[in-house]
């Protein structure tokens, strides 16, 4: 039964947060992992998204770097066969496939067995500070609002939303420079030797702009099989929008609709095997890259990321390298890291700088906008969002905030670090 007193809340159930509630409740701490949809997984789940990206390193022997709640993640998937074999993409990083709908199960079942409570439908929407110290915060739910407070708090929201609520420095989204979002679409019908690669994708997509069809943004993008079907999920309808302003969200969401459809009439008559196509949806969400950026006392760098740089306070590894999405039509550009290892993420990025109980997990950690674009896929938010997490667990104890001890405990919990 939901309480009105916890050690640590975590605010968002995407792959941070899922991570950051098993990793306080199994550090013994009394968890709260709130999620405002109904279901777990965050972008993977709301939008589809087919692959845990930031699992395996790049190199030519490609090591796994996740462990800890990830690789509990990795494990599960596999026993309900809600997953495919890691494989390469077309530009050699390694994906870790899943079929999203067994990744709600698959998280709510790892949480619940944590011990952490989970709170769906809820959505985090006001908060009280002590000084420097979240107090309490406030959760909106159909019923009434429910005021919840804790020793320490974890913003897991991608969005930065407890960030913002609780006055902690960030920064705002600049969105005429913010990476593209896009609108995942899934489609049925698709013969089973149709080829959807991107160069397949990109010699169709030129004959239906030819052809006038619109709207129509990527000139190619990135499309697989989605594990255990024949249904093809494809990344293509770009749209710039500001995640924060429901305004820009829903015009943004209905162009990429309209596109998603232009898409289809695309491949229906120029991609060999889309002939009896038809789509099964889209998003539902569109995919939100970037929004705002939390201040932490370190804010790890491209330079980081590209040197692999090595830190004393590591918490978490990253490997995914630079991935920007910065144009309408064109593919997304890379920065690899040095010699396709991984670089190591300092607890200090996880620490809000001016709030002294608040840890940060997932794609709002402390950066600048280039290692983002490294450390926001969901192998890595996993990754912070354990440490932050166990990092939050030690509020209040003898082990505050003491670096040897939130990696002993991560390592007992299983975490490469
Ligand atoms: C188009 C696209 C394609 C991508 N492809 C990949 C890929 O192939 N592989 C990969 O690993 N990564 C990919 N990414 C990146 C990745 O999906 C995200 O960066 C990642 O989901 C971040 O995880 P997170 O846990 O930080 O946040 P999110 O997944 O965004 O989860 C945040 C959660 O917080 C909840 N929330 C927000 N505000 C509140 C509130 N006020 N109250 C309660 N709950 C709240 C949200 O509902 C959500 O469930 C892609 C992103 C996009 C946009």
Redesign the pocket.
Known sequence: MLQNNYDVVV????????AAAIGAAQAGKKALL????SY????????S??????FFTRHENSEQIAGGVASMVMEKLKQYRGCGEPLRSPWGNV?FPVNNEMTKIVLEELVMQSGAHLLLN????DVVRNGNTIKSIT?LTDGDKVQITAQAFVD????G??VY?SGAEHTSPDVENL?F????TRFGGVASEADVSPAALRAAIAQGKAAGITPLSKDSG?AMRIVGTEDVIA?LCNEKVNPLDADSMTQGQIRARKQAMAYLDTFKRFLPGFEQAYVINTGPH????ESRHAVGEYALTGDDVVNAATVDDAIARGC?PIER?TSANKMQVYTWIKDDGYYEIPLRSLKSINIDNLWL????ISCDSEAFASV??????FL??HAAGIAASMKNTSTENDIAAIQCELKRQGALI
Do not use: K
Not at 286 to 289: E, F, L, T
């Open positions: 605010i968002g159930g995407g792959a941070g947060g899922v709130v999620e405002r949809s777990l997984g965050g972008q993977a789940t709301h939008c998204i087919p692959t845990y990206d930031g994906m809820s959505q985090l929407c959760l897991a929201s991608g969005d939303n407890l609520l990476q979002g896009s609108l995942l990135f990344i569109i995919g939100i890259r995914w999405h997990a997932g794609r709002i926001r896929v969901m192998g890595t938010a912070t969002g």
